[in-house]
DNA sequence: CCCGTACTTGACGTTTACGTTAACGTAAGT
DNA sequence: ACTTACGTTAACGTAAACGTCAAGTACGGG
């Protein structure tokens, strides 16, 4: 089986729910690096899980700079070791970062939870 | 003991990190509503307590509008039928919303932890 | 050859969430 | 009386993330 298929901008576009201005303009930000035809984009494997990436930060709130910065840690070279430190860094970094998220978002879980425990018991009272 | 203390919106700013300008433009967006004292503006416990509802809902990259119409169901009076059901509806779109995030959360927390392994793989190889 | 469809590159418009002066009021300290 | 600290409103500026034309290119079908 060859994975050597390849996906024109519309396609990915329409996979993914974006748009074509979207996708360009991630192209224009250094997100994505298709390769062309001419001047035609072509979007392989690669691209399309790039692109899968950079929609995943989008939806944790990440901006688009912070997200360049993430994906570019996954494909950096293995490098010296110097780099390999400050990588090391990063993931930390980013770590500490989600795990506060998720620390919002269980609070949030929660207060939602107390709130329709309420709704019910309003609920229950009206219709009950 | 009374818990009618009161802050300045420069003590709230403290507290939380962010400026004043920040708050003046929660108020003016209707995010907050402190009380007034001539001009100045007086801040009961009830505004601390959104103040920090709002930069939670910032954290997880809620646009100020989103995060109005989530506190805005935590405060809502009981109402009608017709409005619990709807409020419940509401609770239950936010939920799923909230749970997507911790999904994309916990992808990339593991995307991380991989990528820490290859490095320390890396770095076991260069230092060892 | 013309048409329709898909693609391209500008370039300007828009919204969000504030930052940044500007110009002023008020109350306390010296 | 003067300064300093803290507050006010009004208004313009800005960066991010696209949306929205405008104008042109490339290609297969009829």
Redesign the pocket.
Known sequence: MDDERTW????L?DEYG??????????E?GLLT?A?D????IFADGDRVRLGL?LRG?RLG??????KKIIGMYDAEPGEVGQLRYLLDQIEHRRAELEQRRRDIDATLSDLAELERRCRADLNRLTG
Do not use: N
């Open positions: 024109s901008i519309a396609e576009a974006v748009t074509l201005r979207t996708i360009r303009f991630y192209e930000q298709p062309r001419g001047t035609r984009r950079v989008k990440f901006p688009l700079d912070e997200i």
